[in-house]
């Protein structure tokens, strides 16, 4: 089992960037598959990005392509999503999850999920 805390959330204009952090606790994160997902107000949970156990691998939603990056240390067993070009439609709670299997942008293919973190981007 997995516990996973985000953090790096906040308040910025358009154009900045923030990172967020997901440090995760218990078994070693590098047995996992890491996600972000966001979900904003009356709004399903979306896939983000997604990093496979060894980092070898990522892929992104079309909207982040090319402005967030997904990264994980397994030493310090933390992943990170840098945003890069923020923009008012990235505003929404984020949230680290974790996989047993995969890196996928489904959210049924992961097993622990965070509290979230909110960032909210101003126009």
């Known amino acids: 089992q997995v516990q996973l805390v985000e953090s790096g959330g906040g308040f910025v204009q358009a154009g900045a960037s923030l990172r967020l952090s997901c440090a995760t606790s218990?078994?070693?994160?590098?047995?996992?598959?890491m996600g972000w997902f966001r979900q904003s107000p009356g709004k399903e949970r979306a896939f983000v990005a997604a990093?496979?156990?060894?980092?070898?691998?990522?892929n992104y939603a079309d909207s982040v392509k090319g402005r967030f990056t997904i990264s994980r240390d397994n030493t310090k067993n933390t992943v990170y999503l840098q945003m890069n070009s923020l923009k008012f439609e990235d505003t929404a709670v984020y949230y680290c999850?974790?996989?047993?299997?995969?890196?996928?942008?489904?959210?049924?293919?992961?097993?622990?999920w965070g509290q979230g973190t909110q960032v909210t981007v101003s126009s």
């Open positions: 218990g078994r070693a994160m590098s047995n996992y598959a």
């Open positions: 990093v496979s156990k060894t980092g070898a691998r990522t």
């Open positions: 999850a974790a996989s047993l299997y995969y890196s996928s942008d489904y959210t049924g293919n992961y097993n622990y």
